[in-house]
């Protein structure tokens, strides 16, 4: 903010001169700053976006474990992958889900990324989705597919604290869910599938009722990610 002149007693020339320029320049000099501001896109800005460290080896999808659903090629494409359709095979099967079993992280733990890209197939389907250590110590997540949002979650234990829940749209109704959480253990399973679970039921949603057969998922499976973040 430029400081106000007062000019209220006689000045030689010299020294009016002297002064206008001073003015001259501190008004060009506050016309400089606005016009070189940056365009800054405020969206971007205070996201506390952790970094991963590295990304963790997971099994091959052939090693998944698979009880009571199947996993199929969908004959569709996304981000220049491969989508497969996840579809419970068996409505009298007492749990549906696919586990990545004895994923191995850093001894005592510390602060992970889960993410999967996926999407309904059909009109009711919701995604489930554990971190179980020795059961019952999880942590549960049920993701609305069609309305891009969380049905609810469930505790059981301090294994898994500081959870944030991220759902990020993506084209053509694919969304990118991920959970960042610590996680206090040096392994975990890791369990997800299709469930029609409500809020209520969020805590057995891989063993509520199937009878609806709405509850295909589409997911990119090389987009299964599990990153260990920096602190």
Known sequence: MLKRIHLYEKQPH???MFISLIVLALIFGCNQYTSSKPN??????????????????????DDWE???????????TFLGQE??????TNPDEPYSF?????????YMGGNYRISLVAKNAAKGAKLGL???????????????????????TFRESEFVKNEVIKIEKLEENWCKYTLEADIKSSYFRLIF??????????????????SDNGLDV??????????????
């Open 40 to 61: 800054v896109d405020n969206n971007k800005l205070f996201t506390n976006e952790k970094h991963p460290k590295k990304d963790l080896e997971l099994p091959a999808i």
């Open 130 to 152: 554990r971190l179980q250590e020795v059961y019952p110590n999880r942590f549960d997540v049920v993701y609305d597919l069609k309305n891009h949002s969380v049905v609810g």
């Open 193 to 210: 599938g299709p469930t029609g679970a409500s809020e209520k039921q969020v805590n057995i949603w891989e063993a509520n009722d199937k």
């Open 83 to 88: 989508a497969m359709i996840v579809k419970i």
């Open 218 to 231: 589409l997911i990119l499976p090389e987009s299964l990610k599990v990153q260990e973040l920096e602190n």
């Open 66 to 76: 698979l009880r009571g659903v199947s996993i199929n090629k969908s004959g569709k």
């Open 98 to 106: 696919v586990a990545l079993n004895n994923i191995k992280i850093r």
């Open 14 to 16: 010299g020294a009016n």
